[in-house]
């Protein structure tokens, strides 16, 4: 949102970014109905309900109306055009264990789809609205009302140089595809800490014409975004002072002309060739040959103690080891998060947590081929899954999945010679999907059966499903044929197949 009016108000003189942030500092500790409470008001005068879902403003609005005194609008500019600042109120969450984390992404302008857009960030709106931010952050506690959430940090934010290299090259991403007609196949996982987030309140009004493919196929509302990952970075070492414990790829001030991915491949290419034994013996670790000791070789062989990078850790990108048998076949599927029955069946495809981890998530896949006892570091990978993938064989996983939990799954209990018992059940299975398919996530079997039988450790291996019954933890899996093929023959139109 932008500020209508000069850079001084009744409530002060905005002028410079120390300005608002002393202002903004009496935020801290503050609840947004203390805010309404002090009786600013925009010029008009008029109040809104701020905490209305079908209100776009939201609690942004709020403070830059009801504290700063401002008449929020909507102008291509920082919300304060003189000091080069933008408002932007967040939130983060207390997970069960104690931890903190950002919320949600930081939304800061819509992608314009009807409009040209400029190819370099510095030139771009996005750039005005993002490069120096005060950041507002609440702890959102959803057994209480919108209005009795605290402020607990008020603090201005800016983007650091280093950060920035690799946002401009997000940008150019994103703009490229834009350019090329192709906003069709943008995807938030494309690129790591600047993001094309959805938009779009409903299917059918989410969809829109592309201005560089007239007449071309449609493309989802997107916004530009910083990323939920950058955004709890920032939570954590910027807002709360913690401490940094990963290491950095891109060490210091290390000229790098490279984009980031490009710079990352540079450093494993040495490597190629090399099998992962003569690997630990290179780096002076004790040999095991097993995936674990594969991503953590990846780790060692970008310069990384440990296997925390900071750069993957702010943009969300997963490191997969996978092998390739001798004959150059995948024999193991690609395993992602497990899920709760009583969850799934109460999402809605584009905000299920699978889709938002596939949507968001790159994966560095770094790949080992079986050989004469050992495995040779045959290459390394940036990859993201295609929209028309996501959008198209996984949601019929994701839907397929859902619809037989809320129908009932048919467990087919199956006893064994030895007098075990070996249960089938009708979930989507790799043969059923050219993409994806649900597989147990424990190792043990655990089932409660209708009669209230039980096989297995139900508490520590099974979920409930809705008739009360409960089945071994389940998850979503890629099949080992489309990630071979997403090794070998990816291209941004989408697998299928292999």
């Keep these: 949102m932008g500020i209508s009016n000069p850079s001084t108000s009744v ?9 608002i942030a ?26 809104r309900d701020y905490d209305n879902r079908n209100y776009k403003g939201g609690m942004d609005t709020l403070v830059e109306e009801r504290f700063f005194g401002y008449k929020a609008n909507s102008e291509h500019d920082a919300d304060f055009p003189e000091a080069g600042v933008e408002l932007k109120v967040t939130c983060f969450d207390e997970k069960k264990n104690g931890d903190y984390s950002a919320g949600e992404r930081l939304v800061v302008t819509m992608i314009p789809y009807d409009q040209p857009v400029q190819l370099e960030f510095d030139d771009a709106v996005v750039a005005r609205k993002c490069k120096r931010m005060m950041l507002v952050y609440y702890q959102r506690d959803k057994a209480i009302e919108p209005y009795q959430q605290q402020i607990h940090y008020a603090k201005l934010f800016e983007i650091p140089e280093n950060d920035l290299k690799i ?5 150019r991403t994103i703009a490229s595809l834009v350019q090329e007609g192709k906003a069709d196949q943008l995807s938030e996982s494309l690129t790591m800490y600047l993001g094309a987030c959805t938009k779009g309140s409903t299917a059918a009004g989410s969809w829109v014409e592309q201005y560089y493919a007239p007449g071309g196929p449609k493309a989802k509302k997107r916004a530009f975004c910083l990323k939920r990952q950058y955004m709890d970075y920032v939570l954590h070492h910027y807002l709360m002072n913690e401490s940094e414990d990963a290491d950095c790829i891109i ?3 290390a000229p790098v002309t490279q984009t980031f991915e490009e710079y990352v491949l540079s450093l494993i290419k040495p490597y190629i060739g090399k099998t992962d034994r003569e690997l630990c013996e290179e780096f002076g670790l004790e040999y095991k040959g097993d995936k674990g000791q594969w991503s953590a070789l990846a780790y060692t062989m970008l310069g990384v103690r440990g296997e925390r990078a900071q750069e993957f850790e702010k943009a969300n990108i997963s ?27 109460e999402e809605e495809w584009e905000h299920s947590a699978l889709f938002e981890y596939l949507e968001q998530t790159r994966f560095f896949f770094v790949v080992f081929r079986k050989e004469d006892g050992c495995s040779r570091l045959e290459e390394a990978k940036f990859w993201s899954m ?16 859902k619809d ?16 075990s018992i070996r249960v089938e059940n009708n979930l989507p299975g790799s043969k059923d999907n050219p993409v994806a398919h649900v597989r147990p996530h424990a190792n043990r079997a655990a089932y409660r059966f209708a009669d209230g039988t039980e096989s297995g450790d139900v508490q520590k291996n099974a979920y409930p499903l809705p008739d009360g019954r409960m089945m071994t933890k389940q998850s979503f899996w890629l099949n080992n044929t489309y990630v071979y093929s997403a090794l070998l023959h990816y291209n941004e139109n989408g697998l299928g197949e292999s």
């Design 251 to 253: 060490k210091g001030d």
């Design 11 to 19: 409530c002060g003189d905005y002028s410079t970014p120390a300005l």
């Design 167 to 171: 946002i401009r090259d997000d940008y």
């Design 386 to 401: 295609p929209s028309i993938d996501l959008d198209g064989p996984v949601q019929e996983c994701w839907q397929r999945t």
């Design 404 to 419: 037989v939990i809320q129908e009932g799954v048919l467990l087919d209990v199956k006893k064994r010679k030895d007098g």
């Design 319 to 345: 490191v997969r080891a996978v092998r390739l048998e001798s004959n150059a076949k995948i024999k193991e599927n690609l395993s992602l998060n497990t899920f709760k029955f009583l969850d799934l069946v």
């Design 22 to 47: 002393s202002r903004a500092s009496v935020l801290e500790g503050k609840t947004f109905q203390d805010i309404l409470d002090m009786g600013i008001y925009p010029p008009d005068g008029v109040t």
